[in-house]
């Protein structure tokens, strides 16, 4: 594989560009990767009056609830301090907002239903359980490939 980095202070906005032939699982990785430069893996919450710094990977959801951010992993919840829109833009692309007021880990979703209001239920590994919104219906079934 060649790698040709052009430096150019003219460029405004930093960008990858990746040529290949086949769509190969190292291109993919390699996809993975650029998109993820820059992206938390870290966020700070809190639990009572500790503050954690908490692996993204972990994390199950974030929800809206009495107008806290709650954090949700398969053993504790906690709180976060910024607001959903924020946190949304700093997590990693695996991150998906299924309604307004919650974003869950595609990674830790166990299965889904298909509701016959067409509504998508979604279990999570740790046992909890939600629903997408209609407004958000098409982008989810494009993220999680439906």
């Known amino acids: 594989m060649k790698v040709k980095p052009r430096i150019d202070s003219q460029v405004t906005e930093d960008s990858v560009s990746i040529e290949a032939r086949l769509m190969t699982e190292s291109i993919q990785e390699l996809v993975h990767f650029a998109q993820h430069l820059g992206k938390k893996d870290k966020i700070h919450v809190k639990k009572e009056d500790d503050i954690y710094l908490l692996d993204a990977k972990e994390i199950h959801r ?68 939600t629903y997408s919104s209609r407004r958000y219906l098409k982008s989810i079934k494009e993220r999680l490939q439906l």
């Open 62 to 129: 974030i929800y809206t609830e009495n107008r806290q951010i709650q954090v949700r992993t398969a053993k504790d919840g906690y709180r976060a301090q910024q607001a959903l829109y924020q946190l949304l833009q700093v997590l990693p692309e695996y991150f998906l907002q299924i309604s307004q007021s919650e974003i869950i880990n595609s990674r830790q979703i166990s299965h889904l239903k298909l509701t016959p209001n067409g509504l998508i239920q979604i279990f999570l590994k740790n046992g909890d359980q």
